[in-house]
C-alpha cells in the first residue's frame, strides 16, 4: 500500500555530511503521515533519529543528533529528508525511513511499533 525508499547513504569521514532522502509512493500514501528516521546497529533494535509531522513539526533523538542533524519533508515530493552534519563513528548503522498513517496518529513519536511502513535501509558508515 505504501512503499518507502531510501536512498543518500555511504561512507565518510569523521566531520563530514551526508543527506539521506526518503520518498514515499502507494494509493494510500498521504502527506498527514508522519515520518520518522531509525537507525539500527547489529545487536540492536531500531533507535530514533528524528521524526517530523504533516506541518513540519519536529522531534529529535536529544542524546545523541541534537543540533547535527536536521529532518525536514517536502510534501509535493513525498520526500522526507534527514541532514547529517559533523557525522561521528557512532552515527554508523543502516538508517530506515518509516511512516506512521493517520489512523494511527499524526503526532511524531519515537517508538518503533508505532509505525506503519518501512523502507529497506540505507547503510551509514562513519569512518574516524
Known amino acids: 500500500q505504501v512503499q518507502l525508499v531510501e536512498s543518500g547513504g555511504g561512507l565518510v569521514q569523521a566531520g563530514g555530511s551526508l543527506r539521506l532522502s526518503c520518498t514515499a509512493s502507494?494509493?494510500?500514501?498521504?502527506?498527514?503521515?508522519?515520518m520518522g528516521w531509525f537507525r539500527r546497529t547489529p545487536g540492536k533494535d531500531y533507535e530514533f533519529v528524528a521524526g517530523?509531522?504533516?506541518?513540519?513539526?519536529?522531534?529529535y533523538d536529544d542524546k545523541s543528533v541534537t543540533g547535527r542533524f536536521t529532518i525536514s519533508r517536502d510534501n509535493t515530493k513525498n520526500t522526507v529528508y534527514l541532514q547529517m552534519n559533523s557525522l561521528k563513528p557512532e552515527d554508523t548503522g543502516v538508517y530506515y525511513c518509516?511512516?506512521?498513517?493517520?489512523?494511527?496518529?499524526?503526532?511524531?513519536?519515537?517508538?518503533?511499533?508505532?509505525?506503519?511502513?518501512w523502507g529497506q535501509g540505507t547503510q551509514v558508515t562513519v569512518s574516524s
Open positions: 502507494g494509493r494510500t500514501f498521504s502527506s498527514s503521515y508522519a
Open positions: 518509516a511512516a506512521r498513517s493517520a489512523r494511527s496518529g499524526i503526532v511524531v513519536v519515537s517508538t518503533p511499533h508505532e509505525y506503519d511502513y
Open positions: 517530523i509531522n504533516y506541518s513540519g513539526g519536529t522531534l
